[in-house]
């Protein structure tokens, strides 16, 4: 059976409204502020820009639509995703960036009615903010995540958490926590992980400090958060003892793919710029965009584009399908994110000294991009696990040809 690559024109509609709106309203934002979420007046800019994008019936696209979202999947999301992300501002603004749009589309699958109402509801209207807390120093949980060391222990009506958790973005001024603990086995073993659901007003969930990092996008920073004998009731449980690892699948793999398409429009941006500088710059006799050194990084950009885009389409079909669609979306991501790289950096090329000046956004965008190499994943990580499941493929298939 074919399949059709268009969109529906609801669809098409949707993506042109937020191509406007971000270009013509956020976009000036963002450059006023030079990308720095926070100087530009982080929350309070936040719920400006939220009600701004209701107005325009472009808020949360991936929300329930119980919720006031448009409940799009995850293939209808991507064109969406990508035309706000040309501001790194976008996502804010509709209210689609990390944390909070994979914290609601896990809390969306696997809350119960009283956690969705308490939870989800106040998450996917923007009322609040919300953070993941998985990630810890070292020797804890990281691209390891069995390598966890947060404890949760068993008391009378729920559970007590300790631990330090590190590079939690948006923990600053979050109105809850989704927080990865241990509560069976110990730091390396497989499994024995559960996820609890936690207001950030929590006695003991202390935000010592914000890691300053390269990205300046993101509102809430990425911070370290120590838990200290803070107190879960049993009906704050998201999912059930001892399967958090499995519930964080529902979240991982179409996050990863949301961030693809955001920062998709960031590196389009990129070139965007670029490709307005070299049809005009005059040099050599000429316009830059004339020259075939010049033309090879044009044809480069687009090709990395269009891949990126076609990678991106297969991963979120399979999760449409209800696939787990690791291996699409590990590809996926890992293309993506060194494309990007590349994107930015032969823009940068191509313009010159502007290029690493502040009078075009390259640089700065530059910065922004270059952690998806390590945000969700690191490529090493993603490459190791394609390779182990290719490996496995082909040992099953000899095991079954020598039988």
Known sequence: MPIDLRHDSEIDDLVEKTRRFVREYVLPIENEAAGDITAAGGDDLRREMNAKAKAEGIFAPHAPVEF???????????????????????????????????NVHMLAHI????????????????????????????PGAGADPNALRTKAVKVDGGWKINGEKRFITGAEGAGFYIIM???????????????????????????????????????????????????????????????????????????????????????????DVALDYVAQREGFGGKLGDLGMI?????????????????????????????????????AKTFAAEAYS????????????????????LARLQQELRPFRIYDGPSEVHRWAIARRAVGRARKALQAAAQ
Not at 223 to 234: A, K, L, N, R, Y
Not at 302 to 311: S, Y
Not at 342 to 361: F, K, W
């Open 111 to 138: 809350a119960s009615e009283e956690q969705r109402q308490k939870y989800l509801g106040p998450l996917a209207t923007g009322e609040v903010r919300s953070a993941f807390a998985m990630t810890e120093p070292s």
């Open 342 to 361: 590349r994107i930015a950096d032969r823009s940068i090329q191509m313009c010159g000294g502007l290029g690493v000046s502040e009078d075009l956004p």
């Open 68 to 102: 006031g979202g448009l409940g799009l999947d995850m293939r209808d999301r991507a064109p969406v995703f990508e035309a706000a992300g040309y501001s790194t501002f976008g996502p804010v603004a509709l209210h689609i960036g990390a944390p909070d749009e994979g």
């Open 181 to 271: 603990a241990r509560t069976a086995g110990e730091p390396g073993d497989r499994g024995g992980a559960t996820m609890f659901l936690a207001p950030g007003n929590t006695e003991g969930i202390t935000v010592k400090r914000h890691i300053h990092t390269t990205d300046k996008s993101m509102i809430g920073g990425h911070c370290e958060v120590d838990f200290v004998d803070v107190f879960v009731p049993d009906e704050d449980i998201l999912g059930e003892v001892d399967e958090g690892y499995r519930y964080a699948q529902v979240r991982l793999g179409p996050a990863r793919m949301t961030h693809v398409m955001r920062w998709l429009g960031a590196a389009t941006r990129c070139h």
């Open 295 to 331: 033309q090879q990084m044009v044809a480069d950009n687009e090709i990395d584009l269009a891949a990126t885009r076609a990678l991106l389409l297969k991963a979120c079909h399979e999760l449409d399908l209800g696939n787990h669609a690791s291996n699409e979306t590990s590809i």
